[in-house]
């Protein structure tokens, strides 16, 4: 199946001016038909959705065009520097994933901070809420006092029938 460059930049998640970029670079090397208008094959597109992949991960442009070379020259020895290529560019990914997973510590203690302050919050107007319905001689029980709040105007607690919460 052939591609032209719109569909095929599509088809690898990129845009058709990106794809001449990384034809200019030397990343891909698009096939003309006789107009001169340039095509693409499935090997193509498969190819450029690696690019993008490594490209979407930080990949240099000079290591990406280096590992092209090497994959076009095909000389003996060239895969053990392919490897390194790759190799590099893990230890990138693993301090990349590193530092968002401190990042996401972080954020998953300030969620936990705001949570557990809420909460405290919380039982801290249910606890008022049933010093004072206990002073006015109702029940204190727990299944009235749960049945009883309601939100009042503003967000305050309130007890049916108009009554609200003093602070």
């Known amino acids: 199946m052939e591609y032209a460059i719109g569909r095929a930049a599509k088809a690898a998640s990129m845009t058709a001016s990106t794809l001449r970029y990384?034809?200019?670079e030397g990343l891909i090397v698009a096939k003309r038909h006789e107009n001169g208008r340039r095509y693409?094959?499935?090997e193509d597109v498969n190819w450029l959705k690696f690019i993008h992949h490594?490209?979407?991960?930080?990949?240099?442009i000079a290591d990406?065009?280096?590992?092209v070379k090497l994959r076009r020259q095909k000389v003996e020895g060239?895969?053990?520097e392919l490897?390194?290529?790759m190799k590099k560019h893990e230890r990138h990914l693993i301090e990349k994933m590193a530092h968002y997973q401190s990042n996401l510590d972080l954020v998953r203690y300030k969620i936990s901070m705001y949570e557990h302050e809420l909460k405290d919050r919380d039982a801290d107007l249910f606890e008022l809420f049933k010093e004072r319905r206990c002073a006015t001689g109702a029940e204190g029980t727990d299944?009235?006092?749960a049945d009883g709040v309601l939100a009042g105007e503003g967000g305050e607690p309130s007890i049916?029938?108009?009554?609200?919460l003093k602070r």
């Not at 490594?54 to 240099?60: G, I, K, Q, V």
């Not at 990406?64 to 590992?67: D, E, F, G, M, S």
């Open 83 to 85: 490897l390194l290529i």
């Open 78 to 80: 060239s895969q053990r």
């Open 143 to 145: 299944a009235g006092v």
């Open 54 to 60: 490594m490209r979407s991960t930080d990949m240099p």
């Open 40 to 42: 693409f094959e499935q």
């Open 22 to 24: 990384y034809e200019q």
């Open 160 to 164: 049916r029938g108009g009554r609200t």
């Open 64 to 67: 990406l065009a280096r590992y």
